[in-house]
T-cell receptor, first 112, second 111 residues
C-alpha cells in the first residue's frame, strides 16, 4: 500500500551506540521530514528535505544526521545515542501541489 | 521563531456536546494550518488543512477556521461521539512544508 514506511517500529539502544532510522515513501513526494514527539509535547522538527540532495535543519537537529540521495528515502542517523534521545520518531512526506502531509506510524526509541 | 499554543490541554465532555478547540500562533507568515488527530500509540491523521488565503474548511462534523491576522484557529466538533476521543494537534506550515506543532488537546468524550 502507498504510504510512508518507517523501520524499525521499536528499538532499544545503549548510550553511545549509533543507528539509522529508516523512512521510505512510494508516493513520489518531494518534501520529507523527521519529527520527534516527547510525552506531553507536540512534535518537534529535527531535519527536513525539499528534494533529493537537499536537506536542512529543523528545531532540534543536534545529535542527528540526514541525507537524501533518492526521492523515496530519507534516513535519520543517530551518531552517538543519548538518553535524551529517547522519544517517538515520526517521518512525514508531502507533495507541493496538495500540501497534504502523510505520516509514518513512528519508531519508538529507548536509549538506556 | 514560530510558537504554537493549544488551549485547553485536556477536555472532557459528555457525548452529544458541541465543542471548540483553540490554537494560536505567533508568526502570521504561514503557508497553511492543519489539524491532526492522534490516537494513543499511533501516528497522526490529517483532519483538515486550511491554506493561508482561506478562512475555513469543513469535513463532516468538523469545521476549522483560520484568522491569520490575529494568529488564531479553532476546530469545532459538532455532536461529539466517544469515537472522537483522541489528542488533537494543530500545526502551522512554513514554505518548505515544515510544520510547527502545538502540544495538543487531549479530548475525552464520555458515553
Amino acid at each position: 500500500n502507498a504510504g510512508v514506511t518507517q523501520t524499525p517500529k521499536f528499538q532499544v539502544l545503549k548510550t553511545g551506540q549509533s543507528m539509522t532510522l529508516q523512512c521510505a515513501q512510494d508516493m513520489n513526494h518531494e518534501y520529507m521530514s523527521w519529527y520527534r514527539q516527547d510525552p506531553g509535547m507536540g512534535l518537534r522538527l529535527i531535519h527536513y528535505s525539499v528534494g533529493a540532495g537537499i536537506t536542512d535543519q529543523g528545531e532540534v537537529p543536534n545529535g542527528y544526521n540526514v541525507s537524501r540521495s533518492t526521492t523515496e528515502d530519507f534516513p535519520l542517523r543517530l551518531l552517538s545515542a543519548a538518553p535524551s534521545q529517547t522519544s517517538v520518531y515520526f517521518c512525514a512526506s508531502s507533495y507541493p501541489g496538495t500540501d497534504r502531509i502523510t505520516f509514518g506510524s513512528g519508531t519508538r526509541l529507548t536509549v538506556v | 521563531k514560530q510558537e504554537v499554543t493549544q488551549i485547553p490541554a485536556a477536555l472532557s465532555v459528555p457525548e452529544g456536546e458541541n465543542l471548540v478547540l483553540n490554537c494560536s500562533f505567533t508568526d502570521s507568515a504561514i503557508y497553511n494550518l492543519q489539524w491532526f488527530r492522534q490516537d494513543p500509540g499511533k501516528g497522526l491523521t490529517s483532519l483538515l488543512l486550511i491554506q493561508s488565503s482561506q478562512r475555513e474548511q469543513t469535513s463532516g462534523r468538523l469545521n476549522a477556521s483560520l484568522d491569520k491576522s490575529s494568529g488564531r484557529s479553532t476546530l469545532y466538533i459538532a455532536a461529539s461521539q466517544p469515537g472522537d476521543s483522541a489528542t488533537y494537534l494543530c500545526a502551522v506550515s512554513g514554505s518548505a512544508r515544515q510544520l510547527t506543532f502545538g502540544s495538543g488537546t487531549q479530548l475525552t468524550v464520555l458515553p
